[in-house]
């Protein structure tokens, strides 16, 4: 386990980092583009609950993000639902369909889990894209509500939804920091490590990765909610497997199983994606070969990196007389 | 008081009959053997009690209730611990926190106790660092508590691996193969251990290949070979067991 005083520094340290960082960028594109990063890096930190705390490889993820936003969206647009109510309700569905869902898949292990979650991700999908007498299909929903005030602060400006989507962020990693630091924490990584010996010493292993799963989907939803709601328009694209694949290599970049890693992931991958924008689909050639470099190099990603030079300069320190 | 009993228990993988309608008991406060050549089915036996195999026919009693379509956390959480052949830790993580986990079935502090930290999961985590410091402390690791467990000596991980299974203060433990990779010295220091352990009070039913470990401790031995029991008895009986050292020796 990682000493808790510096993996408690370094959120509060980016959460400063964060908190200034509108203020020297007040274009309004560049505003929504942080925004959507702190979105994805919600997701990020899901998947990475039922991936690297639970060491299961779900690629269901995108559909329940798309489960979530389509709740909140639909809800609004056919029912007036405000966004408010929308949000739990998209993440109380998210959730639901992740327990639902864990039940069965988590039934399959390994590689046969991978799949199955996938099939799982491209059903999701396919739904939202062919119904479309809910879903309007590849037109998409128009109009979704976005947050409302809360008393006399308003989330009408760019810079203030930032801030709203930084602080669903921080709330996110702070519910993961205080699991991981807690007996289900523990019992997680038992199943993770040694599912046999963990079943021996009187853990419910399946019980455990459900658990697991379902707070992965929940989160997914909230992103995906605030994806919504942020956007005020959404398509069916935001379900889609490429969709999993991005929030997996945000979270592989950061360093699977980490508290931050999948943060700084997300602001790596999906900085330099609006940077390589111009190279429209080519983009895709060039994460390719970075993520095969990555897996070849540096497969704990980056806070495998972090934590290999700290143990670096503390070696050099108790080496010297 | 009979503390386990096993019934006409058998299991077959494929066509092969790996344990062949055994039946034995084993009486509380005890300490039991399992011998008999490689592949005789003994780890079988102690999978299908500690219910880590679905068995194929035959029932497992424990504390007089049928256990036989329990899940293995189920009736680990009944007071029935084990460990495995190969010293199975959680390799990662500290040594305080592989005890920690074995004592995670007595706690049950759940997912908003985490998230709200509640008083309940104080009181909990702080009992089981005492539980877990208490228990490193009777096998003699408690000056490694911070170390990772993959970073101990093959004889601490196996001190270490039945610290995790006694932590949580189970009622039986199946010890499979104790002695197996450790030194004559060594091996006297773990026969100490289990005697102090059966004499807290946990009955001890364990699989051995060192003569003078089963000899030495056993109460009773019972002797499989192909799947079947051979003989049962007291060491003085089993050493003079003529179908006992034919399946040793060969025939002559």
């Known amino acids: 386990m990682t000493p808790p005083r510096l993996s408690r520094a370094m959120p509060v340290a980016l959460l400063a980092v964060a908190a200034v960082l509108p203020l020297f960028f007040p274009n309004e594109y560049y505003l929504q583009i942080l925004t959507q990063g702190y979105i994805f890096a919600i997701s990020a930190c899901g998947l990475n609950v039922i991936l690297g705390l639970a060491g299961q490889l779900s690629l269901a993820h995108a559909g329940f993000f798309g489960i979530g936003a389509y709740t909140l969206a639909l809800l609004g647009t056919k029912a007036g639902v405000p966004f408010w109510a929308g949000l739990p309700a998209g993440v109380a569905l998210s959730a639901a369909m992740g327990y639902g869902i864990g039940s069965i898949c988590l039934r399959s292990r390994g590689h046969y889990f991978a799949i199955f979650t996938m099939a799982v991700g491209l059903i999701i999908h396919l739904v939202i894209q062919k119904w479309e007498s809910l879903t309007h299909g590849h037109v998409g929903v128009i109009g979704v509500p976005g947050p409302g005030a809360i008393g006399p602060v308003t989330f009408d400006s760019s810079a203030a939804r930032s801030y709203l989507a930084l602080g669903f962020l921080a709330l996110t990693i702070t519910a993961i920091a205080r699991l991981m630091d807690s007996p289900v924490g523990r019992t997680l990584m038992a199943v993770r490590e040694n599912e046999a010996l963990a079943s021996a010493v009187g853990l419910d292993a399946m019980a455990a990765k459900r658990l697991a799963f379902t707070i992965s989907a929940a989160l997914a939803g909230l992103a995906g909610g605030l994806f919504a709601g942020s956007i005020g328009f959404l398509g069916p694209e935001s379900s889609n497997v490429e969709m999993t694949f991005n929030t997996l290599l945000y979270v592989m970049v950061g360093g699977i199983g980490s508290l931050t890693g999948p943060v700084a992931g997300t602001f790596i991958v999906y900085g330099l994606s609006q940077v390589l924008a111009v190279l429209q689909q080519f983009q895709m050639v060039f994460f390719g070969v970075a993520l095969v470099l990555l897996i070849l190099f540096m ?23 | 008081m009979t503390l386990l009993e096993v019934r006409g228990l058998s299991k077959s993988f494929g066509g092969l009959r790996a344990v062949d309608d055994v039946h034995f008991a084993v009486e509380t406060g005890s300490i039991v053997g399992i011998i008999g050549p490689n592949g005789a089915g003994k780890t079988t036996c102690f999978n299908l009690v500690s219910r880590a195999l679905p068995v194929t026919s035959g029932r497992i009693l424990f504390d007089g209730q049928d256990v036989t379509a329990l899940q293995a956390h189920q009736v680990a959480r009944r007071g029935l611990a084990r460990t495995f052949q190969s010293t199975t830790l959680f390799t990662e993580a500290s040594v305080l926190d592989n005890v920690m986990v074995g004592y995670r079935q007595r706690t049950s502090a759940g997912v908003w106790d985490a998230l709200l930290r509640s008083r309940r999961l104080a009181r909990e985590e702080q009992d089981a660092q005492e539980a877990g410091r208490g228990i490193l402390a009777t096998v003699g690791l408690a000056d490694l508590a911070d170390r990772t467990a993959g970073s101990l000596t093959q ?16 009622r039986l433990l199946l010890l499979d193969e104790p002695s197996a990779g450790i030194n004559a010295e060594q091996t006297r220091d773990l026969i100490a251990l289990i005697e102090s352990i059966a004499a807290g009070g946990v009955t001890v039913l364990l699989i051995e290949h060192q003569m003078q470990v089963v000899m030495h401790l056993c109460q009773r031995i019972m002797v499989l070979d192909y799947g079947r029991k051979i003989a049962e008895g007291t060491p003085d009986e089993i050493r003079r067991d003529p179908a006992v050292l034919e399946a040793y020796l060969g025939h002559t």
């Open chain 2, 155 to 170: 004889e601490q991980q196996k001190r270490l691996a039945i610290a995790v299974a006694l932590v949580a203060g189970p």
């Open chain 1, 299 to 321: 497969p704990t990603g980056l806070a495998g990196v972090w934590r290999s030079a700290r143990a670096g300069w503390g070696g050099r320190v108790v080496q010297r007389p």
